[in-house]
């Protein structure tokens, strides 16, 4: 078995880490974002922890205003 590379590695985790950030104010929980990116519940927390500490609105979309 041979190692992933650093760089490899380290751009596979920011594209989970976005993703993480962007499923979360569509609506979906934890252990659904988990089921979703085949991750553990735990990462999930942990990358939304940190992306409320470093200031990112996780805010749920709100509804759209109904056009009449």
Known sequence: ?????????EA???RRRDQ?????PQGLK???IARELNVS???????LKEA???GIDLTPYA???RLQ
């Open 63 to 65: 509804a759209s205003p």
């Open 52 to 54: 409320r500490s470093a």
């Open 12 to 14: 596979r985790s920011r």
């Open 41 to 47: 519940s735990g990462l999930v927390s942990t990358r």
């Open 30 to 32: 934890g252990y659904e």
């Open 1 to 9: 078995m041979i190692a992933e590379e650093r760089a490899a590695y």
């Open 20 to 24: 993480i950030v962007e499923l979360h």
